[in-house]
């Protein structure tokens, strides 16, 4: 999938581009991440036995020589972009977004659930 790739709803994919890379090189996903964990263990919401075998991930050959240094930050404004969200901090707009994307991601893992299993 590339950013180009999308839905609309998210807005113009080089905001959302622009805004994943400032996010990862300042904490921000980590810091969401910590308190989404944080809020859904509290309600028992995550099963935290996983069992993940190392031996078969395997890195894309052109993993080798990536950026090991943060990107710098931009300078340049968003322009016209940012009133769409004008009313909302960061973090209601990235948390509603979120919780629209897991509603979406437990829609999907119902329906496949209930779909009977196809064979090719």
């Known amino acids: 999938m590339y950013w180009r790739d999308l839905p609309e709803r998210f807005g113009p994919w080089k905001t959302v581009y622009e805004r994943h890379r400032l996010w990862s090189a300042d904490g921000t996903w980590q810091r969401l991440l910590q308190r989404v964990q944080a809020t859904a263990g509290a309600d028992g919401e995550i099963d935290w036995d996983i069992s993940v075998d190392s031996t078969i991930v395997r890195a894309h050959r052109h ?8 990107p ?11 009133l769409e969200h004008q009313d909302e901090t960061p973090w209601q707009s990235l948390v509603g977004r979120l919780v629209e994307a897991v509603r979406e ?3 999907w893992a119902a329906l496949a659930v209930a779909s009977p299993a196809k064979s090719t």
């Not at 993993?63 to 943060?70: D, F, K, L, S």
């Not at 710098?72 to 940012?82: I, R």
């Open 72 to 82: 710098p930050a931009l300078t340049g404004s968003e322009g016209d972009e940012s």
């Open 63 to 70: 993993a080798a020589g990536a950026r090991t240094e943060p």
């Open 105 to 107: 991601a437990k829609a």
